[in-house]
T-cell receptor, first 111, second 111 residues
């Protein structure tokens, strides 16, 4: 089955800096890659996603890039703010199978 | 629009007691439904998923069971709770592909 690895497990940046979280997947047939943000005590919220026919997608300060050849995708957050502090999860999906999640990255933005 | 509800929000139960957590989805029909568990500071562990009424797939052997008595209702149960059942339980739904949406979660503490 699919395996998703996520790095780093923790990331601390200064307010205004950029943050990058990387994930690799094992199943070359995976075609959907979402990113979730989970704040303390809440359920994960979908923040951005990308499909395998697209190489990059942006939404204001966040962007996701996908390299199908290398089987990795990344989340980029620019101009980080304290409210970006949370745990971020990547995931991959193959067809109609259940999502496979990465292990999560705890992002802390220092004011 | 679609919404997903979970209750209770928090629960403290003694070891050996039964458990029933409920999840309902509004605004869609025939969703795929999922139960995840999240230990403190850890990732998302898929416990059960259902593609239809009465159809339950278990991802890991454990002390828990799931049922889907109605199209948009998913219940997580246990006859006798263990200390290791403590955690944050999340329900989620999707249409079998692409976006998956999470509920607010139930914090379970077994004492």
């Amino acid at each position: 089955g699919e395996n998703v690895e996520q790095h780093p497990s923790t990331l601390s940046v200064q307010e205004g800096d950029s943050a990058v979280i990387k994930c690799t997947y094992s199943d070359s047939a995976s075609n959907y890659f979402p990113w979730y943000k989970q704040e303390l005590g809440k359920g994960p919220q979908l923040i951005i996603d990308i499909r395998s026919n697209v190489g990059e997608k942006k939404d204001q300060r966040i962007a996701v890039t996908l390299n199908k050849t290398a089987k990795h995708f990344s989340l980029h957050i620019t101009e980080t703010q304290p409210e970006d502090s949370a745990v971020y999860f990547c995931a991959a999906r193959t067809g109609r199978r259940a999502l496979t999640f990465g292990s999560g990255t705890r992002l802390q933005v220092q004011p | 629009s679609q919404t997903i509800h979970q209750w209770p929000a928090t629960l403290v139960q003694p070891v050996g007691s039964p458990l029933s957590l409920e999840c309902t989805v509004e605004g869609t029909s025939n969703p795929n439904l999922y139960w995840y568990r999240q230990a403190a500071g850890r990732g998302l562990q898929l416990l059960f998923y259902s593609v239809g009424i009465g159809q339950i797939s278990s991802e890991v052997p454990q002390n828990l069971s799931a049922s889907r008595p109605q199209d948009r209702q998913f219940i997580l149960s246990s006859k006798k709770l263990l200390l290791s059942d403590s955690g944050f339980y999340l329900c989620a739904w999707d249409r079998g592909r692409d976006e998956q949406f999470f509920g607010p979660g139930t914090r379970l503490t077994v004492l």
